[in-house]
């Protein structure tokens, strides 16, 4: 049987959550650089101390939101079933699914966007970015690997295509953010579409059997 929480630290976690997503709403109206941690305590409605009991600084709670919001996300984005599917309707779900989440979680997703610059300035961050990165593009290849052994796809390194595939939803990711009323949804993912099946040299991939 697991561990059950006492109420204390039941109240702890929620209110470690309620800081890091009032956190959030400040970062994404003020900018990473220009929020204080007492505006974040006038915020939950706590003394700017109470704070301390669960973040040791303003670094720990922007890395904590970063890694806050990558677990709701990739709960959404990659949801275990689909590794059920074929090669092609996973890659297909891969994409849709992020740029879905981008349109509905733009704060979430331009946190995570000023993470990328924020990581130059703190080694902790760095590892965060780069771990963020390789579990990606990992992902991407094991499913570029089966896509290759279902004959879906001839990609000779997987590995690398996975860092193409990558920047390019990060790219589109980032035009969302920017301009989400420029294109609607159904037409960004068919544009990506018509990428990836350059990147992959099958400009029909998208019309094979599930």
Not at 179 to 202: C, D, T
Request: proline share 3%; charged share 25%.
């Amino acid at each position: 049987m697991g561990k059950t929480l006492s109420p204390n630290k039941v109240q702890g976690k929620e209110m470690r959550v309620k800081i890091l997503e009032s956190a959030t709403e400040l970062f994404m109206k003020e900018g990473l650089y220009n929020v204080t941690l007492q505006q974040i305590a006038d915020a939950v409605k706590i003394t700017q101390p109470a704070i301390y009991r669960h973040f040791k600084n303003m670094d720990d709670i922007i890395l904590s939101a970063c890694k806050h919001w990558v677990l709701t996300s990739v709960s959404e984005i990659r949801p275990g079933e689909e590794l059920l599917l074929s090669a092609n309707e996973q890659l297909k779900k891969y994409f849709e699914r992020h740029f879905q989440y981008a349109f509905k979680n733009r704060s979430h997703d331009g946190l995570l966007l000023g993470l990328y610059y924020y990581s130059m300035r703190s080694t902790e961050m760095l590892a965060f970015y780069k771990e963020i990165k390789s579990k990606a593009t990992l992902h991407l290849s094991l499913v570029l690997k089966m896509g290759h052994l279902e004959r879906i796809w001839d990609v000779e390194e997987p590995a690398e295509v996975a860092e193409t595939l990558h920047s390019l939803v990060v790219a589109e990711t980032i035009k969302i953010l920017i301009e989400p009323k420029a294109f609607p949804l159904s037409e960004r993912i068919n544009r990506i579409y018509q990428h990836v099946g350059k990147i992959l040299g099958n400009s029909s991939w998208t019309k094979q059997s599930p």
